[in-house]
Nanobody, 118 residues
């Protein structure tokens, strides 16, 4: 079992940087970690993921603007959001997988709201 707690969400203006953090606790060695987001009426979508070895993958919408990183010693994963746009407004969820490096069986955090608006 893994418990995930996100922080760092809030209201930001377009172009203002924001960093999300997620702390994992519990038993088991964490493999993949990642960030998803969801807006009302739409499916939850992957933003970025990172393997236990530090290899990242990004959704097209995040490439060049967002950076995912992790600190395995602290069981933390981060999402640096640069140049956010109003379309990035969503609830952002942290995810962690104990079994695979592909977030196939993730545990979820409760989410943190990110609102990008002037």
């Amino acid at each position: 079992q893994v418990q995930l707690v996100e922080s760092g969400g809030g209201l930001v203006q377009p172009g203002e940087s924001l960093r999300l953090s997620c702390t994992a606790s519990g038993s088991g060695s964490i493999k993949a970690m990642g960030w998803y987001r969801q807006v009302p009426g739409k499916q939850r979508e992957l933003v970025a993921a990172i393997t236990s070895g530090g290899s990242p993958v990004y959704a097209d919408s995040a490439k060049g603007r967002f950076t995912i990183s992790r600190d395995n010693a602290k069981n933390m994963v981060y999402l640096q959001m640069n140049s956010p746009k109003p379309d990035d407004t969503a609830v952002y969820y942290c995810a962690a997988d104990l079994a695979t490096e592909f977030l196939l069986q993730p545990f979820w955090g409760q989410g943190t709201q990110v609102t990008v608006s002037s």
